[in-house]
């Protein structure tokens, strides 16, 4: 059986071409230099680094049908998506803060499993890393198939993450553009509409 190679997002050139810019930008705000000999030598550098590593940034769908570009996914909601975890985590923060602080200690340890079907690898990197990164929370595993285990320090925040349903998965859908409606319905084991 054949495998289909189609890429989601940008083209190989349109990646290339960005994943370029950012890595020159970045090597002159490093060096500093701006002599058209350094900028030539920085240039080629990260040309060279660009194609070097372009097969290593291209990661397969969960599915093995499609690809994904390891940079390719749209900044700004990115950005606005990062906005949203630093609130989260203060607030957790200070819940944790609560718990430590109160003489009953009022802890309450669970681990929760719930399965997050998403196509992109990077979307459950992401969302394994905010879960671990907000305090009170760990993410322990991530199975093949998509079934994440949680450590929570309380039943509040497990109740969070029960089903896979919380404003952070929904949001992490919506930066890498993953369709919410399709996640649920094969969680459930129906089709989407």
Not at 16 to 36: H, N, Q
Not at 46 to 70: C, H, I, N, Q
Not at 146 to 155: C, D
Request: charged residues 20%; hydrophobic residues 45%; contains cysteine.
């Amino acid at each position: 059986m054949k495998k289909n190679v189609n890429t989601i997002g940008t083209s190989q050139t349109k990646h290339f071409i960005s994943l370029t810019a950012i890595l020159f930008i970045f090597w002159i705000l490093m060096s500093g230099k701006t002599e058209v000999k350094y900028l030539l030598m920085g240039l080629g550098t990260v040309l060279v680094t660009v194609w070097v590593t372009m097969p290593l940034l291209r990661l397969p769908s969960e599915d093995g049908k499609r690809y994904f570009y390891a940079f390719d996914f749209p900044y700004a909601k990115y950005a606005f998506y990062w906005v949203f975890l630093l609130k989260e985590i203060v607030k957790a923060s200070i819940d944790v803060a609560k718990i430590v602080l109160d003489p009953k200690m009022p802890i309450d340890p669970h681990v929760v499993k719930f399965k997050r079907p998403m196509l992109n690898p990077l979307a459950h990197a992401t969302l394994a890393n905010s879960i671990t990164l907000t305090p009170g929370t760990i993410t322990m595993n991530i199975s093949e198939e998509g079934v994440y285990s949680i450590h929570a320090l309380t039943l509040g925040a497990a109740d969070g993450l029960e089903n896979g349903q919380g404003e952070m998965m929904r949001r992490i859908s919506n930066v890498f553009c993953e369709n919410e409606e399709e996640m649920v319905a094969n969680q459930k084991g129906g089709q989407a509409k």
